[in-house]
T-cell receptor, first 118, second 110 residues
């Protein structure tokens, strides 16, 4: 299957600082990537859809100015958590851009990033 | 709005036992259903993908079935091993990106 690499796997930052998470597709070109957030013992919740060369599409309730998404190339999407607060502490994970009708639709995910804001 | 439910939330079985994990979804208009494995603090590993036109898929000791009309899927694990201990997630894809269930946390006791 496709390989998605996410970095860093774990990060601790101070409240008020910004953190950038990178998501790379290593063996295919991803026109779309998805960013999810997972709280303990909860399901993965879609935050936004990252589109190469255009603006990301955010889910209802997700602040676009706080969670900046950039998809500047077909192999790299980044999520920047700006002015992080302790309530932003969570597990963030990116997935491949298997949108409706795209191929067989199998989705692959990165290793995830555990963000802790202190 | 699509909702995915997984039962049970947690399951503990002795090694060697066969087991079934359940997944149900509210909107049957899906393209496919995918089962994932998640180890603690790790990403998702794709286990099986079932297209909406298919009824089951098999990979090794894993067998997943899909009854699209009733909104149900099962993941069957044969001859469970301690290494199977993980959280198993079910996700469905329709006209929106993948919608996940909360998962079933499986513990296989040696």
């Amino acid at each position: 299957g496709a390989v998605v690499s996410q970095h860093p796997s774990r990060v601790i930052c101070k409240s008020g600082t910004s953190v950038k998470i990178e998501c790379r597709s290593l063996d295919f070109q991803a026109t779309t990537m998805f960013w999810y957030r997972q709280f303990p013992k909860q399901s993965l919740m879609l935050m936004a859809t990252s589109n190469e060369g255009s603006k990301a599409t955010y889910e209802q309730g997700v602040e676009k100015d706080k969670f900046l998404i950039n998809h500047a190339s077909l192999t790299l999407s980044t999520l920047t958590v700006t002015s992080a607060h302790p309530e932003d502490s969570s597990f963030y994970i990116c997935g491949t851009g298997q949108g409706p009708g795209a191929g067989n639709g199998e989705a692959f995910f990165g290793q995830g990033t555990r963000l802790t804001v202190v | 709005k699509q909702e995915v439910t997984q039962i049970p939330a947690a399951l503990s079985v002795p090694e060697g036992e066969n087991l079934v994990l359940n997944c149900s979804f509210t909107d049957s208009a899906i393209y496919n259903l995918q089962w994932f494995r998640q180890d603690p603090g790790k990403g998702l590993t794709s286990l099986l993908l079932i297209q909406s036109s298919q009824r089951e898929q098999t990979s090794g000791r894993l067998n997943a079935s899909l009854d699209k009309s009733s909104g149900r899927s099962t993941l069957y694990i044969a001859a469970s091993q301690p290494g199977d201990s993980a959280t198993y997630l079910c996700a469905v894809r329709g006209n929106t990106p993948l919608v996940f269930g909360k998962g079933t946390r499986l513990s296989v006791i040696a």
